[in-house]
């Protein structure tokens, strides 16, 4: 079955970089969108970065130059470089696949988009 497992979080300052890493199984990795997802407690779950098959990335504006999404389809994995860490970008940040997506465009951060998430892990950034 689709298994999606993140690692990569921990806790920095303000300022500091962090990459997170989401292996994939269970599915052909490189025909489908993948998305990085957080949410902060109080708050619901917002869409930061997606990758289609063809590797063309797209980010929220809130973490545009900072955030950058990449994948190896050799490895199955996705990573999330994260730089310039802020204390708002404080969350559990997850990955997400959309299975309708086989060879297309990403349809959009939408969490409704993704139908097979992984657990999450946690980033927390300090002033």
């Known amino acids: 079955q689709v298994k999606l497992v993140e690692s990569g979080g921990g806790s920095v300052q303000a300022g500091g970089s962090l990459r997170l890493s989401c292996a994939a199984s269970?599915?052909?990795?490189?025909?489908?969108?993948m998305g990085w997802f957080r949410q902060a407690p109080g708050k619901e779950r917002e869409g930061v970065a997606d990758i289609d098959s063809f590797g063309r990335a797209s980010y929220d504006e809130s973490v545009t130059g900072r955030l950058t999404v990449s994948q190896d389809n050799a490895k199955n994995t996705l990573y999330l470089q994260m730089n310039s860490l802020k204390p708002e970008d404080t969350a559990m940040y997850y990955c997400?696949?959309?299975?309708?997506?086989?060879?297309?465009?990403?349809?959009?951060?939408?969490?409704?988009?993704?139908?097979?998430w992984g657990q999450g892990t946690q980033v927390t950034v300090s002033s």
């Open positions: 997400a696949v959309d299975l309708n997506t086989p060879g297309r465009r990403c349809r959009g951060r939408t969490e409704a988009n993704f139908g097979a």
């Open positions: 269970g599915f052909m990795y490189s025909w489908y969108c």
